[in-house]
């Protein structure tokens, strides 16, 4: 899947060590439910390579001038059995701020909506993560409550703020047709 800038591509096994120096950064991990801190390459090997049935996951590559491919982050979904998924992403702190996880996150909804048989996306982020909040509303999700969500890295249940975005029609429409 491309976007203007980037490419959304399965995972290799041989991303495991990029993955570990990225997500590990503190300020990365912190604001994820599942990554551990400190994360090695072979906590990510086995993350990667223990994906459950619905787990959809992409690697998030930023398109180089000379094709040369370099990640920056991931991003995916869960499936559940009601047709809803929640969405999770990340990238890579030297890389924030220029609308990659905006751009990522968009391409991987479109996907979800129009050839994942998603009907309706949820995602939530810690109240301390002022950042995914802003991604969340740029992406258009509705506020749909509020709950306790475990932190990996931190080892503690923080509060957490839950929305979601139902599958617009133009989508069902056009996963009809595909
Ligand atoms: C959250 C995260 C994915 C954002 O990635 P990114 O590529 O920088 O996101 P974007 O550039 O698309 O958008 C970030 C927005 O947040 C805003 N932002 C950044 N820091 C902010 C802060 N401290 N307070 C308020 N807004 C902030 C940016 O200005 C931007 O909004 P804008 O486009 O209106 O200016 C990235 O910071 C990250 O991976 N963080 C750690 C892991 C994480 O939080 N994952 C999500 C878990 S729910």
Redesign the pocket.
Same mark, same amino acid.
């Given at each position: 899947m491309r976007t203007l800038r980037l490419t959304l591509r399965p995972l290799e096994l041989t991303d495991a060590p990029r993955i570990a120096a990225l997500g590990g950064d503190w300020?990365?991990a912190r604001?994820?439910g599942r990554i551990p801190y400190p994360y090695s390459s072979d906590a990510a090997l086995h993350w990667m390579t223990g994906l459950a049935d619905g787990e959809i996951v992409f690697g998030i590559d930023r398109n180089g001038a000379d094709s040369a491919k370099q990640l920056i +982050?991931l991003c995916g979904y869960t499936r559940n059995a009601d047709g809803s998924a929640e969405i +999770?992403?990340?990238?890579g702190r030297p890389?924030? +701020?220029? +609308?990659?996880?905006?751009?990522a996150a968009r391409a991987l909804i479109d996907y979800g909506f129009t050839k994942g048989a998603v009907k309706r996306f949820t995602?939530?982020?810690?109240t301390d993560?002022?950042?995914?909040a802003?991604?969340i509303a740029?992406l258009g999700f509705r506020a749909s409550g509020e709950c306790s969500g475990w932190c990996e890295a931190r080892q503690i249940s923080l509060p957490t703020l839950r929305y979601e975005r139902r599958r617009p029609w133009t989508s069902a429409i056009k996963a009809l047709a595909s």
């Amino acid at each position: 899947m491309r976007t203007l800038r980037l490419t959304l591509r399965p995972l290799e096994l041989t991303d495991a060590p990029r993955i570990a120096a990225l997500g590990g950064d503190w300020d990365v991990a912190r604001m994820t439910g599942r990554i551990p801190y400190p994360y090695s390459s072979d906590a990510a090997l086995h993350w990667m390579t223990g994906l459950a049935d619905g787990e959809i996951v992409f690697g998030i590559d930023r398109n180089g001038a000379d094709s040369a491919k370099q990640l920056i +982050g991931l991003c995916g979904y869960t499936r559940n059995a009601d047709g809803s998924a929640e969405i +999770g992403y990340w990238i890579g702190r030297p890389y924030w +701020g220029d +609308g990659y996880a905006t751009e990522a996150a968009r391409a991987l909804i479109d996907y979800g909506f129009t050839k994942g048989a998603v009907k309706r996306f949820t995602c939530s982020h810690f109240t301390d993560n002022p950042a995914s909040a802003r991604v969340i509303a740029k992406l258009g999700f509705r506020a749909s409550g509020e709950c306790s969500g475990w932190c990996e890295a931190r080892q503690i249940s923080l509060p957490t703020l839950r929305y979601e975005r139902r599958r617009p029609w133009t989508s069902a429409i056009k996963a009809l047709a595909s």
